[in-house]
DNA sequence: CGGATCACG
DNA sequence: GACGTACGTGATCCGA
């Protein structure tokens, strides 16, 4: 059989939407988008390129679709309705492709009113009847009906992407049925992409079962009369029709008429000439590189900087495996240099200049970035290759006199043309901080990258119990690298006695800041290319990377704070908290601390004898704010007093003690520091102080609110996404109601009480409003029932109507849950993963647990994109709309706080509300309108 | 340092 | 047969 012919088929337009989605949005020279080309190219040239090896092409074609309508439209108008226009930077990219194909001298089959499955289809049986292998190059589970073996000629699949071949056992492992079942089974799945309806409420698990059991469609259907009283008997009876219809609009058309005969698809290697042209015309220059040498693997760009960088993570992407890591030698601290001339400092800054990529770190007195002052800048050129530049160490009786060091101000005049040339590529591990600090000495660094926002980009959630999951440096290098880093600790001791970084000697030092560059250095070239391999760049190079700039920007502005007002409340809240201790104390009988859960517990159900206490699983009486309500509703008096004293208490230590002590002394105002890698979601978290969680929902917390303001003849701007979670449910679940109560601006939650209820009153809102968080948050119906006070099995109930009501909602649910048990993450609709470790546990609490989490992750995760990409935006619509006095201060997850002249209030409203309203696009169209509210005011309380 | 509590979206 | 029930955060306090 050594002349068996082998024809592969390729689904060149479910590639290229798989490849759009996958791979970096690089351009070409012109600007025109060609992510998606070059992963086609290069996956051409792959398939090619096996001419000679045992399971290669002898004959390639690759087939795309015509038209958007087909056949099937006549059969049933609703046939892919729903499909969304493909993305804008897509589009252009069609043509491409064909020129591409045009390149490779290979036929492409276009039939008009069949589709590619069908032509796909056809063409294999056709050189199956001629005792041709068969490969088509698609992961299309629809056309996993053609696998197996006929006539001593066998019909499989290739997913280029996770460079894996689909048999007859992969499929029967993905559908647990053989592959000539597979119709069947979509039949009664349906799809709600392509719109086919199959049976409602059925999905992928019991269909298998279903046809498993049953051999066809026909007989599950049949059997379903003798089936025992349930949900799914009904369903099947009621929707056979529609099980009817699908089966066939997912049965392929086998009999096309064959525009290219079978034989002219033989591949004769590849012609060089128009394939060089096109590469060339795109800016393919590495490929191009690759074709004047042979077929030979990709060199090695050395060109490094950023927008170059994009080309060659695509390549390594298209290769379907990483790239092996070039040999990197074991960490040697001995090896780092201190720098302590002007002549070593100019030589490092000259060789990081030629390598347009250098790691970087800087060293201060201090973890807060706004008040650090610099005492040392650290190098990486390669692993091992690392200095360090002591600056302003020295100082205390610690030396007797201040070491030998390059002036301060002399050596950042020499390092500032590296840190802000746009060739050079600057490295950190939390980018953020050394932004700020080098802000301080009026450097504007860039361009960055991130090693802790790429980690996030990749891995965010990934920690298994017992292995960290975090992002910082240490937890990296032990994970990647398998090195223990230098601690902090170690070079300056501890508690009392420690020192600070200016203190340390300078060999301790460069040991220690030399390593944190060489490790930054060494992380980057392991995880970079990771991003493009494993789908991470969009998320990265569109939202995270230049959000860093931004952030440290806002961290900088700070926030104005009445301090006067804090005090006042303050003293307001103690004269109270201590009213109500005494009273406390008098009704109890006895002294003790109102602030200790356990000895209140004791006072309550113990020595006062009120029932219902609940012990956890500490051996402690809970009394948290439900159980004291409760108590309160039974007449107890001392219930209402520790809620009062509580609410109080903790007003004052939280908010108004604590953000007088934050207010920094040089700005005279607060500065938070945003995490950018906190939340698994992708939101931000806010720390030192916490700002996004500044009370709001009672009036006494309110008044903490006002104490935000503005500085003199200027305003705060508060602009919120209103309901925007929801707003995503509805467009990611496809709930015409509600994205239809959204364009109407109706007010949603009514929506949702008439949806479910019949009747709008404040009862049927309430409950309302509580289910329609509980569905984004992953329901249970002990949850609901606790929440709206009735019996679990009325939950279910409402539960069941809303499912009912909205269809889309629980098939969102199924499909969500599928895929990350499947993959082991959820996506964002911008490509956002975050990673499930315990979604298959074994172990139910923690299951149940993941999978709330994970139905949550893509709603909450996508707000987050959506108002990153709003703040990476607004930064130049302000500037080109001349509003150059208005600063972005603050993010609270849905809403954005400006500080601005009152004159520019009209003017900044009309930007922000265009920035924020349209940050989806282009990425994404949504299918309902993001809303955005805006107040002004002299304080933030007065700005809602 | 973990648990309980409570502030926010 | 037991489990333990809404997602995502951070700060403060108590008490081991």
């Given at each position: 059989m050594a002349d068996k012919k082998h024809l592969y088929l390729v689904d060149g337009s479910a590639y290229i939407f798989r490849a759009y989605h996958r791979l970096p949005p690089l351009t070409d020279p012109e600007g025109t988008p060609v992510g998606a080309v070059y992963g086609y190219t290069t996956m051409l040239w792959k398939l090619a390129d096996d001419l000679d090896k045992a399971d290669g092409p002898t004959h390639l074609a690759v087939v795309l679709d015509k038209?958007?309508?087909?056949?099937r439209n006549e059969i049933?108008?609703?046939?892919?309705?729903?499909r969304p226009d493909p993305p804008e930077d897509l589009v252009p990219q069609f043509p491409l492709i064909r020129d591409a194909t045009r390149a490779f001298s290979l036929p492409c089959i276009e039939e008009p009113d069949v589709e590619a499955d069908d032509m796909i289809a056809s063409y294999a049986r056709a050189a199956q009847a001629e005792g041709w292998d068969v490969t088509i190059v698609s992961s299309d589970k629809d056309l996993m009906q053609l696998v197996g073996e006929e006539n001593g000629a066998r019909i499989d699949m290739l997913d280029t992407m996770k460079n894996a071949r689909i048999y007859i056992e992969e499929v029967e492992e993905k559908f647990g049925v053989r592959p000539e079942k597979v119709g069947d089974v979509l039949a009664l799945m349906g799809d709600s992409v392509d719109n086919i309806p199959g049976i409602f409420g059925v999905g992928p698990k019991t269909a298998s079962k279903l046809i498993a059991e049953h051999g066809d469609l026909t007989s599950a259907l049949d059997a379903a009369e003798d089936m025992k009283k349930s949900k799914l008997k009904e369903r099947l009876i009621e929707h056979r029709a529609d099980a009817e219809l699908s089966r066939i609009l997912v049965?392929?058309?086998?009999d096309c008429g064959l525009p290219v005969p079978l034989e002219d698809m033989k591949l004769d290697g590849v012609p060089s000439e128009p394939l060089a042209a096109f590469l060339e015309k795109h800016g393919f220059t590495s490929l191009r590189r690759r074709l004047d040498a042979g077929t030979g693997s990709p060199t090695r760009a050395n060109d490094l900087n950023p927008a170059k960088q994009e080309t060659k993570s695509a390549e390594a992407s298209s290769e379907g495996n990483s790239q092996p890591l070039p040999e990197m030698p074991a960490i040697d601290r001995a090896k780092y240099e201190c720098v302590q001339s002007m002549d070593r400092l100019t030589e490092w800054v000259e060789r990081a200049q030629a390598a347009r990529l250098v790691a970087v770190d800087t060293e201060t007195d201090s973890l807060d970035s706004i008040k650090a002052r610099l005492v040392g800048v650290s190098l990486a050129l390669?692993?091992?290759d690392a200095c360090y530049i002591p600056l302003a160490h020295g100082g205390s009786d610690m030396f007797a006199e201040k070491p030998e060091q390059v002036d301060k101000a002399e050596a950042l005049a020499a390092l500032k043309p590296l840190l802000e040339d746009e060739a050079v590529l600057k490295v950190f591990q939390n980018g953020k901080y050394d932004l700020n600090v080098l802000s301080g000495e009026g450097i504007a660094v860039a361009p960055i990258d991130d090693t802790m926002i790429i980690s996030f980009a990749l891995d965010a959630g990934r920690g298994e119990a017992g292995i960290g999951g975090g992002h910082g440096m240490d937890e990296l290098a032990q994970r990647h690298l398998g090195h223990v880093c230098l601690s902090y600790k170690e070079v300056c001791g501890t508690g009392k006695k420690a020192i600070p970084f200016g203190e340390v000697t300078l060999d301790k030092a460069t040991e220690y800041a030399a390593e944190d560059a060489d490790v930054t250095w060494r992380l980057h070239a392991h995880l970079k290319p990771r991003l493009a391999i494993e789908g991470g760049t969009k998320i990265y190079q569109r939202v995270d990377r230049p959000l860093v700039p931004v952030v440290a920007g806002m961290e900088r502005e700070g926030i104005k704070v009445d301090r006067t007002r804090l005090a006042k409340l303050s003293e307001e809240f103690a004269t109270e908290t201590s009213r109500l201790e005494k009273e406390i104390h008098e009704i109890a009988g006895q002294e003790f601390t109102v602030g200790s859960p356990k000895q209140l517990g004791e006072i309550l159900f113990d020595k006062m004898g009120y029932k219902g206490g609940k012990k956890g699983k500490s051996g402690q009486y809970s009394t948290d704010q439900s159980v004291l309500e409760r108590l309160s509703g039974d007449g107890a008096e001392i219930a209402d007093k520790v809620l009062e004293w509580r609410q109080l208490a903790k007003l004052k230590s939280t908010y108004t003690d604590a953000l007088q002590e934050a207010?920094?002394?040089?700005?005279g105002r607060v500065h938070t520091s945003y995490s950018l890698v906190g939340a698994q979601t992708g939101r931000l978290s806010s720390t030192d102080p916490n700002l996004q969680n500044i009370p709001i929902r009672t009036e006494i917390g309110r008044q903490i609110r006002d104490a935000f303001v503005a500085e003199e003849r200027n305003v705060l701007l508060a602009a919120d996404y209103s309901q925007i979670e929801l707003r995503l449910a509805a467009h990611m679940a496809d709930v015409a109601p509600l994205k239809e109560a959204f364009e109407h601006g109706e007010d949603i939650h009514s929506r949702t009480a008439t949806e479910m209820f019949g009747e709008v009153n404040r009862d049927t809102r309430a409950r309302a409003k509580t289910i329609n968080f509980a569905i984004l948050y992953g329901i249970s119906r002990w949850g609901l029932a606790g929440r709206l006070g009735v019996e679990p099995d009325e939950a279910q109930e409402m539960i069941d109507t809303y499912f009912k009501r909205f269809p889309g909602i629980q098939k969102y649910i199924l499909h969500t849950l599928e895929s990350v048990r499947e993959k082991g993450y959820s996506e964002t609709l911008f490509g956002r993963k975050t990673w499930f470790p315990r979604i298959n546990s074994k172990n139910q609490a923690e299951r149940q647990g993941s999978e709330r989490a994970a139905i949550n992750a893509p709603i909450q995760g996508t707000s987050a994109d959506i108002i990153k990409r709003a703040m990476v935006r607004m930064v130049p619509a302000l500037r080109e709309a001349g509003l150059d006095k208005v600063r972005m201060l603050l993010q609270v997850h849905d809403e954005l706080v400006f500080e601005l002249p009152e004159g520019d209030v009209a003017k900044a409203s009309e930007v922000i509300e265009r920035v924020m309203a349209g940050a989806a696009m282009p990425a994404v169209e949504l299918s309902v309108p993001l809303g955005v509210e805006i107040g002004t005011g002299k304080s933030w309380g007065a700005a809602h």
């Open positions: 038209s958007s309508k087909s056949f049933y108008d609703q046939y892919k309705a729903n049965t392929l058309k086998e390669g692993p091992n207010i920094n002394p040089k700005t």
